[in-house]
Each structure stands twice: as C-alpha cells, then as structure tokens.
C-alpha cells in the first residue's frame, strides 16, 4: 500500500478510543467518523484501537478509514504517525494523545463524556492542559473540564442513530404483550450508574393500581444476575436481554424510562425520540440539555421512584405522550451526526496543514 500523501487542504484525522466494549462513547465515535467520511475537508481517518475492538465491525465498510492497533497508550504510535489532529474518544486515549504528541508535536483534542470528577493528580493536569482543545458533551461535563483547560471549553452534544428501524421487529415484539403499556429502558446493566433499581421500585408501585404496564428492560451487565432475582416477584417486569438492533425495538414501546443515577448525556434517549417516542428520565448530569421538562419529555429528581410512578402514570394519557414526542422531534436537527461533524470539523479546521508532508504507510 503506498504511503499517504496529506494534501494543503485537507485533513489528517487520528481518532483514539481504547474502550474494551462498545458502549455510547463508542457509538458515538462510530457516528462521528461515518459523518466526517464524508466531508471534502477530510482526506483521511485513521482509527487507533484494540485489535479485538468492536469498532472496527462497524466501520468496515466507512471510505478512507484506516485502523491501527493498540491494547494500551503506550502502543501504536509508530504506526499511527503524523496527522493533522488526534481526536481523543476515552480517558485511555486521552493519555494515548498526549504521548503521540511528544513524540510527534501533534495537537490533541479531548472530548469527555462522563460526568464524574476528574482526579486532580499530575497526569491529569498535563493531559488536560496540554490539549489544543477541550469538548463537553454537556454543560454538567464542561463545568467539570473547565478548571483543567486552558481554553474554553466547547460543547457539542452526541447524536441520534440515524438508522431506518425495521417495522417488522418492532411489530413481532409488540404482539408479545396485546393490550399492555410497553415503558421500555436500554442501558448497560450496572444500577450504580444506570439505577435499574429505581425503575424496579416504580414497577413495584404500579403493578397494582396500573396492572396493564409493563416494563421492559434490555441490556446486560454486571448487575443482570441481582437485578433479575430482585424482580422475580414482579409480574409486569421483562428481561429482554442485549438487541445490538435496539433501534428496530424502541418503536414499540409506548414510553422510554430513563433513571440514571449520573449521566453525561445520555445518547439512548435520542434515539428514542428518533424513534418518536415520549422519554422520563431522572434530572441529573447533561440529561436536562436534551430533555426539557414538559417540553420534550418529563423529568424526575434521581433516585426518586414515587416521582418517577407519578410521571408514568401521567404518561398513560395520549395526548401527552403525542405532544411530547412531536416536540422532542422538532429539535432533533440539533442533534443529527451531520451537525455533529459540523460542530467538530470547525474546531478541526484551524489545524490545517499549510503545506505537504508525508503519512505513515498503512499497516
């Protein structure tokens, strides 16, 4: 393969997500690459990730990527060579952008996802402070990142799926359950951050005075085997279990719960209103940026089940549930992968490379 050749205009893009799984970071990464493929202002990707990553399935067949493996940050720095930006995906790929900086005085730009505190330690200092720029998926994450940045810090939120569902699945899984109130929830099974446990306690509540809802959980994680004996008393609860599709399901739920205990965003809930379904989720980290009480869907106060049974209860009346859903999607165009990579190829753009210079060759 001969080497790539970066031309005056265009740009040279390292992406960097070191993530083991594949989970909305890595949804988004995927999103955002897909987008920029087709920009004429960018003549190349290259994707830096675990050889056993799942991303690599998912851009296969995405034009002018690359991929370069590497288990660790230490790794695949050789390989990836110069570019005209390394485009940070996870905390892993932070400390990977940092160092391909030193060796190869290529600018790094860090987009952070969560919500939770960055530890103050060295490390993090230098990483954060070294960086060209700094991106937030939401307001809660950027006030966290402020004090480390040297820059302001920019937000850019994720992006809906824009995957066409197959009505077929959608229609198979709701004949399941004839005549029943489908409130639906995806996420990884893991209560301390995604607080299934919540949702549960709001089926508790309801299994009585609301006997035709029922609730269905997809996904899997460390918490699957506890969250399930916990319920085994609740017979309006189902475990659906992990759809890599879940986009072709959301269409038959009535209501999508969302009861995150913290949350950076919360990308899921774009797609279900993609999907035109009305969401509630808990008002806590960046979920209030997509979703405005009484507007694009309900809120409640985290951890709070009562609160949550009440807003599903509400949800119940169809003309609510019809206004919120054409309100969520009113304002979808804000969040579509095409503005997304809009949004970030105005903070690539400056980096251009002035001149021409020589790439890696392709491993």
Not at 241 to 256: E, Q, R, W
Not at 309 to 324: E, G, I, V
Request: proline share 7%; charged share 25%.
């Amino acid at each position: 393969m001969l080497p790539l050749t970066f031309s005056e205009a265009a740009l040279h893009i390292i992406h960097a997500n070191l993530a083991r799984g594949f989970r909305g970071g890595e949804r988004q990464t995927v999103l955002l690459i897909q987008a920029l493929a087709g920009k004429d202002a960018v003549a190349s990707q290259t994707l830096v990730c675990r050889p056993d990553s799942p991303l690599r399935a998912e851009l296969a067949a995405t034009p002018g990527v690359r991929f370069v493996g590497a288990r660790h940050q230490l790794a695949g720095h050789r390989r990836a060579g110069r570019a005209t930006l390394v485009h940070a995906h996870d905390a892993k790929a932070v400390h990977w952008a940092w160092l391909h900086r030193r060796r190869y005085k290529t600018p790094y730009l860090i987009t952070r996802r969560v919500d939770t505190p960055i530890k103050r330690k060295r490390s993090n200092l230098a990483f954060y402070r070294g960086a060209y720029r700094c991106v937030a998926l939401s307001r809660v994450i950027a006030a966290e990142v402020a004090p480390l940045s040297p820059h302001p810090v920019v937000k850019i939120p994720s992006a809906y799926t824009p995957l066409a569902p197959d009505p077929d699945v959608a229609r198979a899984f709701r004949a399941r359950y004839p005549g029943q109130f489908l409130v639906g929830h995806a996420g990884a099974l893991v209560d301390r951050h995604k607080g299934q446990r919540v949702l549960l306690d709001a089926a508790r509540r309801l299994q009585r005075t609301q006997p035709d809802m029922r609730f269905v959980f997809f996904g899997r994680g460390e918490d699957e085997a506890a969250l399930k004996q916990e319920s085994a008393g609740l017979e309006n609860v189902v475990w659906a279990g992990f759809k890599a599709n879940i986009g072709d399901y959301l269409p038959a739920l009535d209501v999508f719960a969302f009861p995150s205990r913290n949350e950076g965003l919360g990308s899921v809930l774009l797609d279900a209103m993609h999907a035109g379904v009305p969401v509630v989720a808990s008002e806590v980290g960046g979920i209030p940026d997509i979703v405005r009480d009484g507007e694009t869907g309900l809120l409640f106060p985290p951890g709070d089940d009562e609160a949550l049974a009440d807003r599903l209860a509400r949800l119940q009346d169809p003309a609510l549930r019809q206004t919120l859903a054409n309100r969520a999607t009113q304002r979808l165009a804000d969040y579509s992968p095409d503005a997304m990579a809009n949004a970030y190829l105005a903070l690539y753009a400056p980096l251009s490379p002035p001149r021409t210079a020589r790439g890696p060759s392709e491993t």
